[in-house]
Structure formats: structure tokens, C-alpha cells
């Protein structure tokens, strides 16, 4: 049987983007993992890293592994990582997000940066969970390292980060938290927002369980 050209095209375009699909989530279920790594880095660092008491009391985490900077001289950051909150006990599945800044300020070296947030205010999770939320103006967000800023009650946002697992105090103002479709896409297989995600519309994945266990693991010392 001979195809016409229009067939061999429907073809090709099927089998490219099945191969882009399955690349996606095989990038998906690498950062998945990264982010365990980098809850596991920053809880049990002494000293320098999240403090039992922080993790349990957010609503909300976001955690971005490998968040990448741009050339010396231009500021702009690019990461791709996910959001969990909490519902009661456990946490919800994990909803991809992107994490884009102009300025991490000057103060921390290295071109790839971990970075986790938690959100310590159950108010907040609409915007966490919105289209687009801007550090600093849509939310303000505090440097997290160490015990002090876990007991200002007047802090709602805490951020925290390593490089080469070297810690250091930086500014995210002016940085945008934003879904990341493709991602869920490729973690759900469809399109599906994080408010639906996280508010229980799916099952967590069989690959980011070890994501959600760690979270409820880290939030209950």
C-alpha cells in the first residue's frame, strides 16, 4: 500500500512529538528526583538549612532544583521545580512551575542555585497557585536561614538556598513564579492546572511520591 504525502507527514508529526513527550517526561521524572535531593540537602544541613520548625508549619513548598543564571553581567535566571500544600496532614500532588528573575544579586556564586520557598500563610496559596505571582510586589518573601526568621511571626514567606552546597543570603524580589504546563502535562499526561492539582482533582503520580513522602516526612519532626 502506497502512503500519500499527507499520511507520511501525520506520521512524522505523531512520532516527533510522541519522542518529545516521552523526552519531556524523562526530564520530569530527573527533577522530581533532584528535588528530593535538595529537601533532603537543605533540612538536614546544620546550621544553614530549613529548620524543623519552618517546613512544619508551611502550607505551601516550592522547590526549584538547578535554577540556572544567565552569563556574568546580565542577571536573568531561568528554573523549572513544583509546589506541594499542604492538605491536613499529607501534601497534595506536585504542580510544575517556573521560576524566571532578572537579578539574584551579586552575592551568590556559581550558575546553578537550589532554591526552596515556603509559605507559612494558607491566604497566600491563590496567589502561589495563580498565573503568575511577582515577588516582592504580589508577595514579599524573607531570607529563611536560620532559627530567628522561624519565630518572627510577622513573616509569611521564607526562601532559602544552596550552591555547591555553599549557603547564602540573596534577594528573589522581582521574580515570577508561573505554572509550568508542559511539565504537567508530562506528569499527568494532560493539560491540567496547578489549582486543580493541588486542590485533589489527581492522584499523585507513581513517580512523585517519593517527592510528596518526603515533604510529609520533613514537615512532621
Not at 36 to 64: M, R, Y
Request: proline letters at 4%; hydrophobic letters at 40%.
Amino acid at each position: 500500500m502506497t502512503l500519500n504525502k499527507r499520511t507520511v507527514y501525520l506520521v512524522l508529526a505523531f512520532t516527533m512529538a510522541a519522542a518529545l513527550y516521552g523526552a519531556a517526561a524523562d526530564d520530569t521524572r530527573a527533577r522530581i528526583g533532584n528535588a528530593v535531593k535538595v529537601l533532603n540537602d537543605l533540612t538536614e544541613s546544620p546550621g544553614h538549612g530549613i529548620w524543623p520548625e519552618q517546613i512544619a508549619k508551611a502550607d505551601c513548598a516550592v522547590i526549584i532544583p538547578g535554577f540556572k543564571k544567565g552569563a556574568a553581567g546580565v542577571g536573568v535566571g531561568f528554573g523549572r521545580g513544583f509546589i506541594s500544600c499542604r492538605n491536613g496532614d499529607n501534601w497534595s500532588a506536585p504542580g510544575a512551575v517556573t521560576l524566571q528573575t532578572t537579578s539574584l544579586g551579586t552575592q551568590l556564586g556559581g550558575e546553578r542555585i537550589d532554591i526552596v520557598v515556603l509559605s507559612l500563610d494558607k491566604d497566600l496559596r491563590p496567589k502561589l497557585l495563580s498565573d503568575r505571582l511577582t515577588i516582592g510586589s504580589d508577595v514579599s518573601a524573607a531570607w529563611g536561614n536560620g532559627k530567628s526568621a522561624a519565630s518572627n511571626p510577622d513573616v509569611k514567606v521564607l526562601f532559602f538556598a544552596q550552591t555547591k552546597g555553599i549557603f547564602a543570603g540573596f534577594s528573589l524580589d522581582g521574580a515570577n513564579l508561573k505554572p509550568d504546563d508542559s511539565s504537567n502535562r508530562a506528569l499527568y499526561g494532560k493539560s491540567i492546572g496547578n489549582a486543580a492539582i493541588v486542590g485533589g482533582q489527581v492522584a499523585t503520580p507513581a513517580v512523585a511520591q517519593p517527592l510528596v513522602a518526603t515533604l510529609k516526612e520533613k514537615s512532621s519532626h
